[in-house]
């Protein structure tokens, strides 16, 4: 019955060698999210998506882009990434009319 | 920009105490606060929520506060059990869908 899907839960990934981290939902919202977390910091928002609207945080690094092919999907891609990039990656989703945030289990990543 | 700030760090509290946690917006358009208890390793889950037209919430042992005027809100637990033990995290919502977290209070419940 997971609602927020992420794949994969662990990735490694060698400097500078590109990372696609996917997330699914079956929730049918409008809202979807990409948030960083490094080690019990706060999850910092890099993008969001409303429907196909795409809505980037002013200090969010080139480095990173993002695809929402249709509803139910969206892709987090890290194009170089660095041993700064390491961190878990949390997708999200919310209903305009909820509110609620409804978070996957995270992507953690590994940068050698 | 949006900011929430959030204190303590780190709180340490015996079982069966209570423990508050407190949190300030920035953005006075905020107008739905949720509380996220995330555990080593797993993702951030709502534990209770409070809109802007609502001054207080509560649910079993946990409840929140919010002080519009102040901009503050804060979590309240009571009667502290060892598995409250976690990281918990405030968000404002700051326009229609973007949520800013503040920056995370590790709670420990000694036995």
């Known amino acids: 019955d997971a609602m927020v899907i992420q794949n994969p839960r662990y990735q490694v990934t060698q400097f500078g060698k590109p990372v696609t981290l996917s997330c699914s939902q079956t929730?049918?919202?409008?809202?979807m999210y990409w948030y960083q977390q490094k080690s019990s910091q706060a999850p910092k928002l890099l993008f969001h998506?409303?429907?196909?609207?795409?809505?980037n945080e002013a200090d969010t690094p080139d480095n990173f882009q993002s695809r929402r092919p249709n509803t139910s999907f969206c892709f987090l891609d890290i194009r170089s990434p660095g041993l700064g990039d390491a961190a878990m990656y949390l997708c999200?989703?919310?209903?305009?009319?909820?509110?609620?945030?409804?978070f996957g289990a995270g992507s953690r990543l590994t940068v050698l | 920009g949006e900011n929430v700030e959030q204190h303590p760090s780190t709180l340490s509290v015996q079982e069966g105490d209570s423990a508050v946690i407190k949190c300030t917006y920035s953005?006075?358009?905020?107008?739905?606060f949720p509380w996220y208890k995330q555990e080593l390793g797993k993702r951030p889950q709502l534990i209770i929520d409070?809109?802007?037209?609502?001054g207080e919430k509560k649910d079993q042992r946990i409840a929140v506060t919010l002080n519009k005027t102040a901009k503050h809100f804060s979590l309240h637990i009571t009667e502290t059990q060892p598995e409250d033990s976690a990281v918990y995290f405030c968000?404002?919502?700051?326009?229609?869908?973007?949520?800013?977290f503040g920056t995370g209070t590790r709670l420990k419940v000694l036995a």
């Open positions: 409070i809109r802007s037209n609502v």
């Open positions: 953005d006075s358009a905020s107008n739905y």
């Open positions: 998506y409303y429907d196909k609207d795409f809505n």
């Open positions: 999200a989703t919310s209903s305009g009319g909820a509110n609620v945030l409804t």
């Open positions: 929730l049918n919202h409008n809202v």
């Open positions: 968000a404002a919502r700051a326009g229609t869908y973007k949520y800013i």
